[in-house]
């Protein structure tokens, strides 16, 4: 397992967030400037870590094995598709980032709902940025993450493990969701340099 | 000698990383390391032994992963740990080789941000610490806790199941903080503060950036300190894990650590014998660095930064106390957090830096309201807290759960406070308020004040708690009722300053008390005293008055270096508060605009105006009754959003602001409707057990009270049981639960189930992200809610509105 930091600080997608709280299209000056001012504080605020770890790909009757046991997912298994070899990483944007949405809750939901929704967009940015940075020159598959399509989301256990995630402060509850709210776990496969 | 004199006497050595040492050894990525004392005793015997040949003092038995969270057999793990590390001390003959129960974090995180209780952290370190009395060791080693709070419970069970000595080591990453956002001075300030035995850091960085934490850990505490770095940062070579700081650079660079006065040194993760072996040889010769005495400061913390008082004068919010604040004691019997952590913001915002906590009131349950207050608030606000509450239970408790070092409010001259008050500062850290009173009451000279506050510091050091923990309030007495009292106040500031050398606070404003024109009077006793001396003052942050004199003093006292402070203070005061600033109608701060009545409350709550919609109310309500304001302009605006949202004509925000809106204009239109008149029905709102994720719950809360609702929130991760007694305590039929995941969904179905059995009329809402008619038909409940409009609507047609 390895840790990494970002090399400069990680800023939301202001459009995605908008995206996401459903107001593409609402163009109201006052709301826009809410979300920018929102966006900075955030970035401030967030102490994003992540970490990931090599893992060889085993097949049998078609079947991935990333070192758990086969895995049951067609999904898993289009996105290792040609590799022998997988990247598993986690991306956090840290404990400050709870607070800071809880504090907001009580100044208004609005306001909640903004710095949530820019905080889901800046983990991604972070995940990306993680991502790129694993993936240097080498040739690899789009990432999946469990909990979409047929790739079971009892899977993040697993994948937590591995990552020794604990590490980084990434804890998983019982009902899957992982803590700090704002955290990504995700692999992708890895293509034979030629 | 034992292994703290051990470690005042001379440079001690650890052992170096236990788990890379496994790993070699075929320890699989993500296997519990402890499990290796049962299947590979000789293994973990030989590692000892290597260790032992390199020349170190002290090995850490392998128990790090024994607890009860990560293996069901630790206490068997702990015991053959334990067992097989001392069977390797013993065979040493040239020297004492000291064993450590070294414990790892639970791996799980701790409520508020996590799930875990405090107190059931603190049974499962007990649990451990008691296992490991089937076998021995000289002290108990926390290693690489990246949480305060987490190490709190650690130190509490502890103290409560062991006399062993304590060492505790966090982890640090490269800007000197841990995880959780926490500084070493904070730690330092927390752990001092319980009275561990050493301090340290260990894993995370390599020993280049531990240097810097070292430094600041040396600067901060009196404690012996110990150090134990990563051979650097690990990357892949060939399959294998290779760290990048070999053993020769190592070494060098830990001489640096015993060179500025580390007391131990020891390697953590990549670091081998081989490693130790060489940082033995480099570092034994070097002389002994005498620990330059940390400075008899005072300091409290929070889970994020130390707060040193007595270096220039500082702020304790007073909005946090029932007395005299009629809308604080309401929200207090209704344990309405909401109002409560709002004024912690407001207080913090305005540049408070500590918060006072005062919950007590006769008809409420102050231990656990003052336990869930300080939780509630330590989520949202970095700022230290002071534990204000007579009753001592209350005290004890809030002293466990707080992430820090608190202030405590407070210990006085009577020998009954005392012995209730100095036993919980010592087991759990604090710096105490002292008031000069005693069993013959307040003296009325200052040079009685000054005696009853040494009976106070020299009773103190019996329960070894030291001058620097103690902060004396001479107390301010009404001038209105002895004209000499705010003298003798001031006089006793100087005296016990200068003759006994300890800090000073303030209750600043009872000096007014039953005068007009309070904070002229105020502002006027709050520069004097700060000109005497005074530490600390506690005072409403939020009193422009009392901002004006603080900024002031602080620039004219050369405590603000090119007025910087200042400046700032001043230009950011908008126009009408300079203007009125003479003949303030009350102290705040508010920025009054002039409103129009011609522009409408419907207006404003259409647009989600909310200081404007409140004033209007508060016009309106002079000459129109207020249920017809409700009726006539309150719901009609809401009506009209309502259904431009349902429309899809209008966005969230636009309904969340004029909620907002509506919300303000209903709290200032409540004061003249008999109570509960204005609530069109109790609703409760929980998310459900297992599940953290509540924006959606809050969205639908602040509609529902918009609406004119009255809504009990329960918070996140919320027990079926727990939703049932709300439902009984407060007689509430209409329940409304939130999920985010499908993991979840079944805390849906058993909250409803269980409802069902003991309310039969119980009315049940479902909604979340992973929510849909067909999910809520299975979980039992009534009806499905798609968002926060049509729980309004459900609502609105089972109250029959």
């Not at chain 2, 909310?610 to 719901?635: G, Q």
Request: glycine fraction near 6%; aromatic fraction near 6%; charge should be negative.
């Amino acid at each position: 397992m390895r840790v990494i930091r970002p090399e400069c600080r990680i800023e939301p997608r202001v459009n995605e967030a908008i995206r996401y709280m459903k107001c593409t299209g609402f163009n109201d000056s006052d709301f826009i400037n809410k979300v920018n001012t929102m966006a900075n504080t955030l970035s401030e605020s967030i102490l994003p870590l992540g970490c990931y770890h090599y893992v060889n790909i085993a097949r049998e009757g078609g079947k991935v094995d990333i070192g758990f046991g086969k895995i049951n997912s067609r999904l898993l298994e289009r996105a290792l598709e040609g590799c022998d070899r997988a990247a598993l990483f986690c991306a956090t944007l840290g404990q400050t980032t709870d607070r800071m949405i809880e504090k907001q809750g009580n100044i208004s939901s609005l306001d909640q709902m903004i710095c949530d929704a820019l905080a889901s967009s800046a983990v991604e940015v972070w995940a990306d940025k993680i991502e790129e940075r694993i993936k240097g020159e080498l040739i690899t598959n789009p990432r999946v993450s469990p909990g979409y399509g047929d790739f079971s989301i009892e899977y993040q256990r697993d994948i937590l493990k591995i990552l020794e995630a604990e590490r980084i402060g990434v804890y998983l509850l019982p009902s899957m969701q992982m803590l700090p709210s704002k955290t990504v776990s995700a692999i992708f496969g890895i293509k034979q340099v030629q | 000698m034992n292994i703290v004199e051990k470690l005042k006497s001379s440079l001690t050595y650890f052992d170096g990383g236990f788990g890379s040492m496994l790993i070699e050894r075929g320890l699989a990525p993500g296997e519990n390391s402890t499990l290796w004392n049962l299947t590979h005793p000789q293994t973990v015997l030989d590692i000892h032994r290597e260790y032992i040949n390199a020349g170190v003092d002290i090995i850490t038995a392998n128990t790090f992963g024994a607890n009860p969270l990560k293996a069901i057999n630790y206490a068997e793990c702990i015991k053959s740990g334990l067992d097989i590390a001392n069977k390797a001390a013993l065979e040493c003959s040239d020297r004492k080789i000291y064993v450590a129960l070294d414990i790892g974090p639970l791996g799980r995180l701790l409520k508020p941000l996590g799930d875990l209780e405090f107190e059931e952290a603190v049974s499962h370190f007990a649990n451990i610490i008691n296992a490991a009395k089937e076998s021995s060791c000289d002290f108990i080693l926390f290693e690489t806790f990246s949480d305060s709070l987490e190490t709190k419970a650690a130190v509490i069970a502890a103290k409560e199941n062991s006399n062993l000595p304590i060492f505790v080591s966090n982890s640090y990453d490269e800007s000197s903080r841990m995880l959780t956002g926490t500084t070493p001075e904070a730690m330092c300030a927390m752990l001092e503060g319980m009275s561990v035995d050493a301090v340290g850091m260990n894993c995370s960085v390599g020993p280049a950036q531990m240097l810097k934490t070292a430094k600041r850990l040396i600067e901060a505490t009196s404690l012996p300190v110990f150090a134990c770095p990563n051979a650097g940062f690990p990357h892949e070579e060939k399959g294998t894990t290779v760290y990048d700081v070999g053993e020769d650079e190592f070494s060098d660079i830990m001489r640096d650590f015993v060179r500025i006065g580390v007391n131990a040194v020891g390697g953590c993760c990549g670091t081998t014998p081989t490693y130790m072996r060489k940082v033995i040889e480099k570092s034994r010769n070097i002389l002994p660095v005498a620990r330059r005495p940390v400075s008899e400061r005072t300091v409290i913390s929070s889970w994020a930064n130390a707060l040193y008082i007595g270096e220039k004068p500082l702020l304790i919010g007073e909005r946090i106390n029932p007395t005299g604040k009629p809308k604080l004691k309401e929200a207090l019997r209704r344990s309405d957090f909401e109002y409560i952590l709002k004024e912690a913001i407001a207080e913090q915002d305005a540049g408070a830096h500590i918060l006072d906590i005062n919950v007590g009131l006769p008809e409420v349950d102050e231990v656990s309201l003052m336990s869930e207050a300080v939780t509630r608030i330590q989520a949202i606000s970095s700022l230290p807290l002071q534990l204000d509450t007579v009753n001592p239970e209350a005290l004890e408790n809030a002293l466990r759960i707080y992430n820090g070092k608190p202030l405590i409010n407070s210990v006085n001259g009577k020998d009954e406070s005392m012995e209730k008050v100095f036993p919980l500062a010592a087991k759990y850290g604090g710096a105490i308020i002292a008031l000069t009173i005693d069993e013959n009451g307040i003296p009325s000279s200052a040079r009685e004040r000054a005696d009853i506050a040494r009976k106070i510091i020299d009773k103190a050091a019996e329960f070894n708690i030291s001058k620097k923990d103690i902060i004396v309030d001479p107390l301010a007495l009404a001038v209105s009722s002895d004209i000499n009292s705010a003298k003798i106040t001031l006089d006793s500031i100087k005296i016990i300053k200068e003759e006994l050398g300890v800090c000073v606070s303030l209750g600043v404003s009872n000096i007014s008390f039953g005068l007009p024109q309070r904070d002229f009077v105020n502002g006027s006793f709050f520069a004097m005293a700060l000109d005497r001396g005074l530490d600390l003052a506690i005072i409403n942050p939020l009193s422009f008055e009392m901002q004006k004199v603080y900024n002031t003093f602080l620039m004219l006292n050369s405590m603000d270096e090119g007025c910087g402070n200042y400046i700032n203070f001043a230009s950011n005061i908008k126009a009408p508060e300079v203007a009125t600033a003479a003949l303030p109608e009350s102290g705040a701060m508010s920025d009054k605009k002039p409103i129009s009545l011609n522009e409408g409350l419907k207006k404003y709550i259409v647009e989600g105006i909310s200081k404007a919609a409140a004033e209007c109310a508060e016009r309106l309500m002079e000459i129109v009754d207020p249920m017809e304001v409700i009726n006539r302009e309150v719901i009609p605006a809401l009506e009209y959003v309502g259904g431009e949202f349902e429309k899809k004509r209008m966005y969230l925000p636009q309904l969340l602001m004029s909620a907002d809106a509506a919300k303000a204009a209903f709290e200032v239109l409540k004061k003249k409707i008999p109570a509960g008149n204005a609530e069109k029905g109790k609703i409760i709102l929980a998310t459900v057990r297992g599940d953290l994720h509540d924006i959606g719950k809050n969205i639908v809360k602040t509609v529902l009270q918009s609406y004119g609702y009255f809504v009990i929130d329960l918070g996140k991760d919320v027990k079926p049981e727990a939703v049932l007694e709300a439902a009984i305590t407060n007689n509430v039929n209409f329940v409304g639960l939130s999920a985010l995941m499908t993991t979840t969904v079944p805390s849906m179905k058993d909250t409803i189930t269980l409802l069902k059995a003991n309310i039969p009329d119980i009315f049940t809402v479902v909604g979340g992200a992973v929510v849909n008619e067909e999910c809520a038909k299975m979980v039992g409940a009534d009806a499905y809610s798609a968002d926060a409009m049509a729980t309004v609507r459900i609502a609105d047609k089972y109250f029959g509105n």
